[in-house]
């Protein structure tokens, strides 16, 4: 089986790099899109990120046999809830969400009998809305399928081939594996950008002026991250706080243990630490995940 009517329920940046995907590797595919904001539907109509942007949820997903939801985490259920009425009977629903358990609870509640194979594409930018989406976004980056147990077989193949065909690798994973390893790859991650930025921005002895003006390369990366939509990351913490609080303990003992070790003069420790972390992110660029390059070869788009 295969894909020819793709509905896409939010037009951020995942919703709108979606749509331009779409267009651009699968060029016999129809896409439909909404969102709820009015003036993202109308940015969307402009920059065509879909064929069809239509003025309903259920007016979107009428005639497609795939939809994808690419609403905030938290807001997963709600969408769902709101198309459920106008789903085909052989349609798959899926998702791009970042916390996997959470979003097929919520959407196996709000849509009982429907296929729903959740998937998190393992790519993004610091940017959100109509304008933020290009077409090349999923370009060798990894597509994390986590289908339940009962998912049809051949509906699991598809939508893997769909990602495929947009660019990304795919793999099938556990839901709850998947949380576990995106709360130390990237949830957390995020997590500490915010709190290092907040903090420089709250020290009494430094103006912000001044920590925008001698931002050097480390702070500047984390301000990157940590201007990430803010909906989006409230809601992917809220819904993975289990995964994330336990990756936020072992962190907090490991930044202890490099405390002593500072404390204590203790530099073999620091520099057999430095070392080990310095191996992973060569590791990274073997695996094609991010660029040698001054400024990691990133174009004005960016990446996660």
């Known amino acids: 089986m295969s894909f020819?009517?793709?509905?896409?329920i939010g037009l951020g940046l995942l919703g709108g790099s979606t749509g331009l995907a779409v267009q651009a590797f699968l060029p016999d595919v129809q896409t439909t899109g909404w969102d709820?904001?009015?003036?993202?539907?109308?940015?969307?109509?402009?920059?065509?990120?879909?064929?069809?942007?239509?003025?309903?949820?259920?007016?979107a997903v009428r005639d497609a046999d795939l939809v994808i939801l690419c609403v905030p985490v938290g807001a997963m259920?709600?969408?769902?809830a709101a198309i459920a009425p106008a789903l085909r009977g052989d349609v798959v629903v899926s998702d791009v969400g970042s916390s996997k358990q959470f979003v097929a609870r919520a959407l196996a509640e709000a849509l009982p009998g429907v296929a729903v194979i959740p998937a998190h594409p393992v790519a993004g930018t610091e940017r959100s809305g109509p304008d933020a989406g290009f077409a090349n976004l999923f370009q060798q980056r990894w597509c994390i399928i986590t289908p339940p147990a009962d998912a049809d077989t051949r509906q699991v193949a598809a939508l893997s081939r769909?990602?495929?065909?947009l660019g990304a690798k795919v793999e099938l994973m556990d839901a709850q594996h998947h949380d576990l390893v995106l709360a130390v790859t990237s949830h957390l991650p995020h997590l500490i950008a915010y709190t290092i930025v907040g903090t420089a921005d709250d020290l009494e002895?430094?103006?912000?002026?001044?920590?925008?003006k001698y931002s050097a390369g480390g702070f500047r990366d984390f301000t990157r991250i940590a201007a990430s939509d803010p909906t989006m990351w409230r809601d992917v913490f809220l819904s993975n706080k289990?995964?994330?609080?336990e990756m936020l303990q072992r962190f907090t003992e490991d930044l202890t243990a490099l405390q002593r070790s500072i404390r204590v003069g203790d530099g073999q420790a620091l520099f057999d630490q430095f070392a080990r972390t310095r191996d992973i992110r060569?590791?990274?660029?073997?695996?094609?995940?991010?660029?040698a390059r001054p400024d990691f070869?990133?174009?004005?788009?960016?990446?996660d």
């Open 36 to 59: 709820a904001d009015p003036a993202t539907r109308a940015r969307a109509a402009t920059r065509g990120l879909v064929h069809t942007v239509c003025e309903t949820a259920e007016d």
């Open 242 to 245: 289990d995964a994330v609080l």
């Open 282 to 291: 060569r590791s990274i660029i073997e695996e094609g995940q991010d660029d």
């Open 205 to 212: 002895g430094v103006t912000q002026s001044e920590v925008i």
């Open 297 to 303: 070869g990133r174009s004005d788009h960016g990446r």
């Open 162 to 165: 769909f990602w495929e065909a």
């Open 77 to 80: 259920g709600e969408a769902a």
């Open 4 to 8: 020819r009517s793709v509905a896409i």
